[in-house]
């Protein structure tokens, strides 16, 4: 038996609006819990946070404890860590649930790779280092073969932003804004491609798409060329989820 395919396209859409919604869901509790935590850092008591938000007492309690500090978090190696406190703190990565174990640790090392730099923020730029830090997977090998390594794209990030003293103290270094939205873009690649997880080939595709980064531009200067990108990356993703 066939499916029919009118069927098959109207279930695709019906699952990609699905998984959209579940998306702005995560992003709307994470405000939500983000919103909470700010109230009580300013002074709120947990009872009036409760009452005011209609709440148990405990619930509260405990989405003001997720933020950190004890809590058996001594017992968390330190990718753990920064990750749980990028979720916590850039508000809208609840999404990180989808992220598979490579791209999880694309965001880890864009941190060091920004700390590294003494920049106090994780832009395009620093997901583009992180794509590229881990010279064995598909990803830095896609974008070597267009002439894009490591060494370069860091010369360019000092030529275009410099440099600064390292960032030590700093709890959290944010995504800026158009790394937040790269992100957002590599679940849509994710939808559009029919897979539910989220890899490090994704996050280059949502980086190429968000091509008015500083990571774009670099690319552009290096002649990698957008199209080229998405085409080697998805045949990537073809051979590997076949």
């Known amino acids: 038996m066939t499916l029919d395919d009118e069927t098959v396209r109207s279930t695709e859409q019906a699952r990609a609006r699905l998984v959209e919604l579940e998306h ?4 709307a509790r994470v405000d939500f819990h983000h919103g ?3 109230l009580h850092a300013a002074g709120g008591s947990l009872r009036e946070i409760a009452e005011r938000f209609g709440l148990s007492h405990q619930r509260v309690h405990q989405i003001v404890d997720t933020a950190g500090g004890a809590g058996g978090a001594g017992r968390k190696g330190k990718g753990t860590m920064l990750l749980g406190r990028i979720k916590d703190r850039v508000r809208d990565w609840e999404g990180f649930t989808r992220f598979t174990k490579d791209a999880k640790a694309v965001v880890t090392r864009a941190q060091h790779e ?3 730099l003494g920049h106090d923020w994780v832009g395009t730029e620093h997901l583009l280092l992180g794509l590229l830090s881990a010279k064995d997977h598909t990803t830095a090998r896609i974008l070597g073969a ?13 030529r275009a932003v410099g440099t600064c003293d390292a960032v030590k103290t700093a709890r959290h270094v944010p995504l800026t804004p158009r790394a937040k939205k790269a992100l957002e873009l590599s679940l849509r690649e994710a939808v559009e491609l029919h897979h539910h997880d989220i890899g490090a080939e994704h996050v280059l595709l949502g980086l ?3 091509s008015s980064g500083l990571a774009g531009r670099i690319l552009r200067d290096l002649g990698a060329d957008a199209s080229r990108v998405q085409d080697e990356t998805k045949r990537a993703l073809d051979v590997k989820t076949s």
């Not at 702005?24 to 992003?27: P, T, V």
């Not at 267009?146 to 000092?158: F, K, P, T």
């Open 114 to 116: 920004a700390r590294n």
């Open 36 to 38: 909470l935590r700010r």
């Open 208 to 210: 190429v798409r968000e």
């Open 146 to 158: 267009l002439g894009v390594d490591h060494s370069a794209v860091r010369a360019a990030i000092v």
């Open 24 to 27: 702005e869901s995560d992003r």
